[in-house]
């Protein structure tokens, strides 16, 4: 299958909270490198433009009465892909840290089937961006407990820049997925559930906002995602056993 096939076939999703000031060139752009793949915006409840500016960047926009949470604008994004019959989803931040044209990479990596889930890695490209202590010990944490796990190294499983096709929608979309930071339990859950998880390198564009973490400390994202792990884990390790 050549590229234009594959974009055709592929929904890119950008999941938005007060993004306005960025999301309609994003989606431009992107427009511009694959005109072929329709840009889905979930607006997930923003106070500001973001919707109206996505709508004028080119993109569908879908939008949830209130804050549902990162998680919970995903899980709309791969229902939508889901039930227009798309074989892959890529989905990205929507603050223009994320490089449009590295979407082709995950493209090509899915249609050579080697996995179901990719997630782009500033770790294994070149970090252009300052860490805190704080977060960039959070990071390490967690790859360390995904890497263990999945016994496989995972150099980044807070990254929002992924790739999925629809054997992994389906799984997303029919059992747990987590409403705020879908991050390294998402890998973990994804792991247990028989999904094959493969890292490719990514750049990132210096000064992104904070996205996601936004609304938090970073030691509060920390905790929370430590639990949620500790759960993802324990349920579906225990699933395994019993079947």
Not at 78 to 103: M, N, S, T
Not at 104 to 110: D, G, R, Y
Not at 123 to 134: A, E, H, N, T
Not at 214 to 221: A, D, E, L, P, Q
């Amino acid at each position: 299958m050549n590229h234009s096939d594959v974009s055709s076939e592929s929904l890119i999703l950008i999941p938005v909270y007060n993004e306005g000031a960025s999301i309609r060139e994003l989606v431009g752009e992107i427009r511009e490198f694959f005109p072929e793949s329709p840009v889905l915006v979930v607006d997930d409840g923003s106070r500001d433009n973001s919707a109206a500016e996505a709508r004028a960047g080119g993109a569908m926009v879908l939008r949830h009465p209130f804050n549902l949470g990162d998680g919970a604008a995903r899980q709309t994004g791969f229902l939508y892909a889901l039930r227009h019959g798309y074989r892959y989803l890529v989905h990205l931040d929507g603050d223009r840290q994320h490089c449009p044209r590295e979407i082709a990479l995950f493209l090509e990596f899915l249609d050579r089937r080697e996995a179901d889930l990719i997630v782009g890695s500033r770790f294994l490209g070149r970090c252009s961006y300052p860490l805190s202590p704080g977060r960039r010990a959070g990071m390490r944490i967690f790859s360390l407990i995904c890497s263990l796990v999945l016994r496989q190294k995972i150099t980044d499983p807070t990254s929002g820049f992924r790739a999925m096709n629809r054997r992994a929608l389906e799984i997303f979309t029919s059992g747990y997925y987590p409403q705020h930071f879908p991050d390294a339990d998402v890998i973990i859950s994804s792991h247990f559930r028989g999904l094959r998880i493969r890292e490719i390198p990514i750049t990132v564009s210096p000064g992104w906002s904070a996205g996601l973490h936004r609304g938090g400390t970073v030691f509060y994202y920390i905790y929370k995602m430590l639990l949620s792990t500790f759960v993802s884990s324990l349920r579906f390790r225990r699933r395994r056993t019993n079947f």
